[in-house]
């Protein structure tokens, strides 16, 4: 028996006016998916507990099957790991986002223009944060390099601020409201002012605004915590699991919990990246020994932080025919029985641009049975019309075993 979750970021979203009052999910030519849900369970779950922060980390350790209540630490430390960045107990790791911000003299006066600093290619942020780093590393920083815009800063013997705001949160919106007034967080205020000194002319971002991209000119810091520990995922679960992504996040909760991490080529974290790439990269886990397979897809939130409708759809459809067909296809071909659970961790909405905590659809299905519950299709109407309202989101790992 072999188990596949299939995780579109950000997936869900609200009634759009401008969507003919419809969400993405309504809109998208998903055949592969509406097939597969009047076979399915279907309803709805809450991933992210009451009083935590709706973001990527909260919800997907929940959809992988962690209590985030019990096993959460911290956004950062999470994608430390999959850097490769050997925590001491006493560290404190930031999320280093390169930004563009707005050409205010006082940084205060800002705005944040994009939390993505234009998309930055890895190739153009390594080089900033090297720059970086010959400048503000210290005693108690260190710089570490991540992929595209998102990075890491490690405070030794750190304590933690708690009043740091999330970039993809503030987009269009002047920052004065949203710095942290923290000692510890005055700190990392000065840290980044000083980074904005040394980004706003640098060659890499010259060579950006001639052509016409945006300048990743400042870092902000979120998402700060401390060293993680999550149970071994076999030893949790009785399977072999395997993490497929494009984001450090999702390959450092893999690492952490002793999956097996896949690295596909191509795969981006956004709506261009190869979703072809991680089907194959799925069915080769589950064929080389892995029994359970967590594919993780970012596209639909980048899109939803962009508040891009027509990519957001575009990506659903995608992963609905180049990644769950293909997976299908390909265990049905290998005369596997295999179960899927097909979800979004939290809704990103394009009206409003960032997450929130409203329960996510989700689809259970299981090949060679009827298991369903009444949906029709799949969407976030249909899943709430079913009835079926799963409290603890950390649960639906435990359901989709033991179908």
Same mark, same amino acid.
């Given at each position: *028996?072999?188990?596949?979750?299939?995780?579109?970021?950000?997936?869900?979203? =609200?009634?759009?006016?401008?969507?003919?009052?419809?969400?993405?999910?309504?809109?998208?030519?998903?055949?592969? *998916?509406?097939?597969?849900?009047?076979?399915?369970?279907?309803?709805?779950?809450?991933?992210?507990?009451?009083?935590?922060?709706?973001?990527?980390?909260?919800?997907?350790?929940?959809?992988?099957?962690?209590?985030?209540?019990?096993?959460? +630490?911290?956004?950062?430390?999470?994608?430390?790991?999959?850097?490769?960045?050997?925590?001491?107990?006493? &560290? #404190?790791?930031?999320?280093?986002?390169?930004?563009?911000?707005?050409?205010?003299?006082? =940084?205060?006066?800002?705005?944040?223009?994009?939390?993505?600093?234009?998309?930055?290619?890895?190739?153009?942020?390594?080089?900033?944060?090297?720059?970086?780093?010959?400048?503000?590393?210290?005693?108690?920083?260190?710089?570490?390099?991540?992929?595209?815009?998102?990075?890491?800063?490690?405070?030794?013997?750190?304590?933690?601020?708690?009043? =740091?705001?999330?970039?993809?949160?503030?987009?269009?919106?002047?920052?004065? &409201?949203?710095?942290?007034?923290?000692?510890?967080?005055?700190?990392?205020?000065?840290?980044?002012?000083?980074?904005?000194?040394?980004?706003?002319?640098?060659? #890499?971002?010259?060579?950006?605004?001639?052509?016409?991209?945006?300048?990743?000119?400042?870092?902000?810091?979120?998402?700060?915590?401390?060293?993680?520990?999550?149970?071994? =995922?076999?030893?949790?679960?009785?399977?072999?699991?395997?993490?497929?992504?494009? %984001?450090?996040?999702?390959?450092?909760?893999?690492?952490?919990?002793?999956?097996?991490?896949?690295?596909?080529?191509?795969?981006?974290?956004?709506?261009? +990246?190869?979703?072809?790439?991680?089907?194959?990269?799925?069915?080769?886990?589950?064929?080389?020994?892995?029994?359970?397979?967590? %594919?993780?897809?970012?596209?639909? &939130?980048?899109?939803?932080?962009?508040?891009?409708?027509?990519?957001?759809?575009?990506?659903?459809?995608?992963?609905?025919?180049?990644?769950?067909?293909?997976?299908?296809?390909?265990?049905?071909?290998?005369?596997?029985?295999?179960?899927?659970?097909?979800?979004?961790?939290?809704?990103?909405?394009?009206?409003? *641009?960032?997450?929130?905590?409203?329960?996510?659809?989700?689809?259970?299905?299981?090949?060679?049975?009827?298991?369903?519950?009444?949906?029709?299709?799949?969407?976030? &109407?249909?899943?709430?019309?079913?009835?079926?309202?799963?409290?603890?989101?950390?649960?639906?790992?435990?359901?989709?075993?033991?179908?």
């Amino acid at each position: *028996m072999k188990y596949v979750v299939i995780l579109g970021d950000g997936m869900a979203d =609200f009634h759009q006016p401008s969507l003919n009052d419809k969400t993405p999910l309504m809109l998208a030519n998903k055949p592969c *998916m509406d097939s597969l849900a009047p076979k399915s369970i279907v309803g709805l779950a809450k991933t992210v507990p009451c009083g935590m922060k709706p973001g990527s980390d909260v919800a997907n350790l929940s959809v992988l099957g962690y209590d985030p209540e019990i096993g959460y +630490t911290g956004r950062s430390p999470l994608e430390a790991a999959s850097i490769g960045i050997d925590l001491k107990d006493t &560290d #404190v790791t930031v999320r280093t986002n390169l930004v563009t911000l707005s050409n205010e003299q006082k =940084f205060c006066d800002k705005t944040m223009v994009d939390y993505s600093g234009g998309e930055i290619s890895t190739r153009e942020a390594k080089i900033l944060i090297e720059y970086l780093k010959e400048h503000l590393d210290n005693e108690e920083y260190t710089f570490f390099a991540g992929i595209s815009y998102r990075h890491c800063l490690v405070i030794e013997n750190g304590t933690i601020a708690g009043d =740091f705001t999330p970039p993809h949160d503030i987009t269009g919106k002047p920052i004065k &409201d949203y710095l942290p007034k923290s000692e510890q967080g005055k700190k990392l205020l000065a840290l980044m002012e000083k980074s904005h000194q040394l980004l706003k002319d640098h060659p #890499v971002n010259l060579k950006r605004v001639r052509e016409g991209k945006n300048p990743a000119n400042s870092i902000w810091l979120w998402g700060e915590g401390t060293k993680p520990s999550l149970e071994d =995922f076999k030893v949790k679960y009785g399977v072999k699991g395997a993490m497929i992504s494009a %984001v450090d996040l999702l390959k450092g909760m893999g690492k952490i919990a002793n999956m097996q991490v896949v690295e596909v080529e191509g795969a981006t974290g956004n709506y261009d +990246t190869n979703f072809e790439g991680k089907a194959e990269a799925c069915l080769e886990a589950l064929d080389n020994g892995c029994d359970f397979v967590y %594919v993780h897809v970012e596209a639909p &939130d980048e899109c939803g932080h962009h508040g891009d409708a027509k990519n957001k759809i575009y990506s659903i459809e995608q992963i609905d025919q180049k990644i769950i067909k293909r997976v299908i296809d390909g265990l049905e071909q290998r005369g596997e029985e295999f179960a899927l659970l097909i979800a979004p961790d939290h809704p990103t909405p394009i009206s409003t *641009m960032t997450h929130c905590s409203d329960p996510i659809p989700f689809m259970l299905y299981r090949s060679g049975k009827d298991i369903g519950n009444g949906a029709k299709s799949y969407d976030e &109407d249909q899943a709430k019309s079913t009835g079926l309202y799963i409290e603890k989101g950390h649960t639906l790992v435990g359901k989709l075993l033991s179908l």
